[in-house]
């Protein structure tokens, strides 16, 4: 298989006008949507003294450890 470039295009069109969703944004907008359907999750830090919601920030280091993955099995 080819390497996964998480700035593909998920659905590739010739209609350039077209804009759709980058893999890596996919990825992260699935990691998110798991995320937020399980309300016992907290996903608050402390960041430089004050208390911030962390969920978009896991979502996309999940989408770039799938991306590595993926690319490691092709590897093989």
Do not use: W
Not at 23 to 50: C, H, I, S, W
């Amino acid at each position: 298989g080819a390497m996964t470039n998480g700035n593909d295009k998920v659905y590739p069109t010739s209609d350039c006008s077209q804009d759709t969703l980058t893999k890596r944004e996919l990825f992260a907008a699935m990691a998110m949507q798991g995320m937020a359907a399980n309300p016992a999750d907290n996903y608050l830090a402390e960041v430089d003294g004050k208390i911030v919601n962390v969920t978009s920030k896991y979502a996309v280091e999940y989408a770039d450890t799938l991306i590595a993955e993926l690319n490691k099995e092709v590897q093989s």
